[in-house]
């Protein structure tokens, strides 16, 4: 029995994620089959809270191996391999919407939606809603036909994600564990070690997102007065515990270990013949307009694509990422992904390929006059000249010189802080090996 919940944090507290080591405490009677997850849907959708993740947990009565995935006061979680039997659904559904009622912040902006299923809705409404914005009224549709219940609370916007949690069958994945705080501890600062979690990267290859080399900063600590302590991403799931344990902190209160779809660019689609606002996509094209910093510090860079031409833009907290923008000229070819805005219409950079530098010439001294041969003045555009002497008009002929170029052909990206949780860090991406 799948049993999957979302939009029960706000803007300011609470997390959905510990709503889901809530639900594994009160349904400790029956075991939980797999891994808990947490999936990362669109994005771009307006409405989205801090991270826009939803949690699914599946329930049952578990058979074979089982392993230990977290700890939760007494309560060492076990996950199981396969399942013998589902538990009822009606219970399930009226147990998980007590704790749902109890923990959400529906006082604040939240809009949340449990959903109990059997079974779970098709793939594909993983693949929509982590790629595109989609309407509550088809969501019920496909839980009408596999056999849901639903419970939604002011609005139950929640429900959208809830049922593309459980529709998600990986074919990437990740896994997170997730350390949480004392409740009294709630609101204040944090006590974690910085220089352990600069050690991460290097002592566990598998994990990503750690820690702001340049900012000199770890990124494994969230900075809202919710409940989690820290949280580390990686690979390898056996690595997880142990790289929790690696890192000083004040006393972990609990953790679980997530399954998840970050860090892994499900949402970017690749295959597109028009880029429409509220999607992410992986663009082709040459730049043609020099980049430009506007007020705030954003860089802009236009760039011609198959479907005409795109501002992309590189927005103030990609901090060290806009300097490498600055660097390309036109002619450059480069893979782009981001997420296209609707106003003003830019492709926001996730990271960017630079495929193949130009030639950057800059301009040393205007042409000498054919009649005369003395220097000519520029007319100021489309590259005409006029002597001063004689009065003869010509094109071109400038003499210029190669520019050296600053940067490489390959990859870059954001710092960490201002990376999306579903974007692939190239860390991850060159482990794999795969191209874009
Ligand atoms: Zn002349």
């Not at 790629?131 to 509550?136: A, G």
């Not at 390898?236 to 660019?265: C, H, I, K, Y």
């Not at 520029?378 to 050296?404: D, F, H, I, N």
Request: with cysteine; proline share 7%; aromatic share 6%.
């Amino acid at each position: 029995m799948y049993v999957a919940f979302d939009d029960t944090d706000s803007v300011t507290s609470m997390c959905t994620t510990f709503l889901a080591t809530e639900v594994v405490r009160a349904l400790s009677d029956h075991d939980l089959i797999g891994y808990p997850r947490l999936v990362r849907l669109n994005p771009s959708v307006p409405w989205k809270t801090r991270g826009n993740g939803a949690l699914c947990l599946r329930f049952g009565k578990g058979s074979g191996a089982s392993s230990v995935i977290g700890q939760i006061g007494d309560l060492k979680v076990r996950s199981h391999r396969r399942s013998l039997g589902d538990p009822d659904q009606d219970e399930l559904m009226e147990r998980c919407s007590r704790l749902l009622r109890l923990w959400s912040r529906t006082q604040e902006d939240a809009s949340p939606g449990l959903v109990v299923s059997p079974s779970p809705p098709s793939p594909r409404l993983y693949w929509r809603t982590v790629r595109e914005v989609v309407p509550k009224e088809e969501v019920m549709e496909e839980l009408r036909r596999i056999g849901a219940s639903a419970l939604e609370l002011s609005g139950g916007r929640g429900v959208i994600g809830a049922s593309a949690a459980m529709a998600w069958r990986p074919r990437d994945r990740t896994y997170e564990v997730l350390a949480y705080r004392a409740k009294e501890r709630w609101g204040t600062p944090r006590q974690v070690m910085p220089q352990d979690v600069e050690r991460l990267d290097a002592r566990f290859p598998s994990t990503f997102n750690n820690y702001d080399h340049v900012a000199r900063r770890p990124a494994i600590v969230p900075h809202s007065p919710c409940p989690i302590l820290f949280g580390i991403r990686g690979d390898d799931v056996s690595e997880l515990p142990e790289a929790m344990r690696s890192v000083s902190s004040e006393p972990v209160d609990r953790w679980l270990l997530f399954m998840s779809n970050q860090g892994t660019d499900d949402h970017i689609v690749r295959r597109w013949r028009e880029l429409r606002p509220w999607s992410s996509y992986r663009v082709e094209g040459e730049v043609v307009r020099a980049p430009a910093t506007i007020p705030g510090g954003h860089v802009i860079l236009r760039l011609r694509t198959k479907a005409g031409e795109v501002d992309c833009a590189a927005y103030e907290p990609s901090k060290e990422f806009r300097g490498v923008v600055r660097q390309l000229v036109p002619g450059d070819l480069l893979v782009a992904f981001g997420e296209l805005r609707e106003r003003p219409r830019t492709l926001n950079l996730e990271k960017i390929e630079v495929v193949a530098l130009a030639e950057h010439r800059r301009k040393v001294s205007n042409p000498a006059c054919p009649d005369c041969g003395k220097a000519m003045g520029s007319m100021g555009r489309g590259g005409w000249y006029r002597c001063k002497r004689c009065g003869r008009k010509a094109q071109g002929g400038e003499r210029t010189e190669l520019v050296p170029r600053a940067i490489e052909e390959g990859w870059y990206e954001p710092p960490v802080r201002a990376r999306r949780h579903i974007s692939m860090p190239l860390k991850r991406q060159l482990a794999r090996g795969l191209r874009s």
